[in-house]
């Protein structure tokens, strides 16, 4: 069974500084992995997949993440924090027939 | 995103109502899903259709779920006899890469 961990319930940055947000995989097989953000009130939106192309991927609005095997991990970064990055993310496996299994989540704040 | 309208977006009910969710794919996917999203979760699937077919349906908590797709479009997920644990955000996947609709939020009084 595929499954991820959101390592921090809450991240907190300055703006202008850098975003890591944490996440491990847990499968027996190369997953797909993507982060959603979900801003107040609005639906999930896509930030990146990653599917085994590359293992640096890069998502929309300056978002990355790298797929590290030998750590399961797939921690999502940004160079420099905005204040509308302020919002939930998800990091999401997807298993078979594309059904996805989310983590827990993370909510970042970004502080002037 | 990608055209995928849910509605009601807000829906308040009494206990033992039942209830009907909608979904519309506007660009015609042929994969939908159905999550459920508790306040302060993850959103958890439910089911899963391609086309008119449900392939899997092993996320609906119990027998008051239902879910039916009758000609590959729109999709209508019910809930029969309402009760407070059903109160939610349902949102709505089209498409291989899903693309999320913007969930109704489900209040059972």
């Given at each position: 069974?595929?499954?991820?961990?959101?390592?921090?319930?809450?991240?907190?940055?300055?703006?202008?500084?850098?975003?890591?947000?944490?996440?491990?995989?847990?499968?027996?097989?190369s997953?797909?992995?993507?982060?959603?953000?979900?801003?107040?009130?609005?639906?999930?939106?896509?930030?990146?997949?990653?599917?085994?192309a590359?293992t640096?991927?890069?998502?929309?609005?300056?978002?990355?993440?790298?797929?590290?095997?030998?750590?399961?991990?797939?921690?999502?970064?940004?160079?420099?924090?905005?204040?509308?990055?302020?919002?939930?993310?998800?990091?999401?496996?997807?298993?078979?027939?594309?059904?996805?299994?989310?983590?827990?989540?993370t909510?970042?704040?970004?502080?002037? | 995103?990608?055209?995928?309208?849910?509605?009601?977006?807000?829906?308040?009910?009494?206990?033992?109502?039942?209830?009907?969710?909608?979904?519309?794919?506007?660009?015609?996917?042929?994969?939908?899903?159905?999550?459920?999203?508790?306040?302060?979760?993850?959103?958890?699937?439910?089911?899963?259709?391609?086309?008119?077919?449900?392939?899997?349906?092993?996320?609906?908590?119990?027998?008051?779920?239902?879910?039916?797709?009758?000609?590959?479009?729109?999709s209508?997920?019910?809930?029969q006899?309402?009760?407070?644990?059903?109160?939610?955000?349902?949102?709505?996947?089209?498409?291989?890469?899903?693309?999320?609709?913007?969930?109704?939020?489900?209040?059972?009084?």
């Amino acid at each position: 069974a595929q499954s991820v961990t959101q390592l921090d319930s809450h991240v907190s940055v300055s703006e202008g500084t850098p975003v890591l947000l944490r996440c491990n995989y847990s499968s027996s097989y190369s997953p797909s992995l993507f982060w959603y953000v979900q801003h107040p009130n609005k639906g999930l939106q896509l930030l990146l997949k990653y599917t085994s192309a590359a293992t640096l991927v890069k998502g929309i609005n300056g978002f990355e993440a790298e797929f590290k095997k030998s750590e399961t991990s797939f921690h999502l970064t940004k160079p420099s924090a905005h204040m509308s990055d302020a919002a939930e993310y998800f990091c999401v496996s997807s298993g078979t027939a594309s059904k996805l299994t989310f983590g827990t989540g993370t909510r970042l704040q970004v502080t002037l | 995103g990608a055209g995928v309208s849910q509605s009601p977006r807000y829906k308040v009910a009494k206990r033992g109502q039942d209830v009907a969710l909608r979904c519309d794919p506007i660009s015609g996917h042929v994969s939908l899903f159905w999550y459920q999203q508790a306040l302060g979760q993850g959103p958890e699937f439910l089911t899963y259709f391609q086309n008119e077919a449900q392939l899997d349906k092993s996320g609906l908590p119990s027998d008051r779920f239902f879910a039916e797709r009758p000609e590959g479009s729109v999709s209508t997920l019910k809930i029969q006899r309402t009760q407070q644990e059903d109160s939610a955000v349902y949102l709505c996947a089209a498409g291989d890469t899903q693309y999320f609709g913007p969930g109704t939020r489900l209040t059972v009084l």
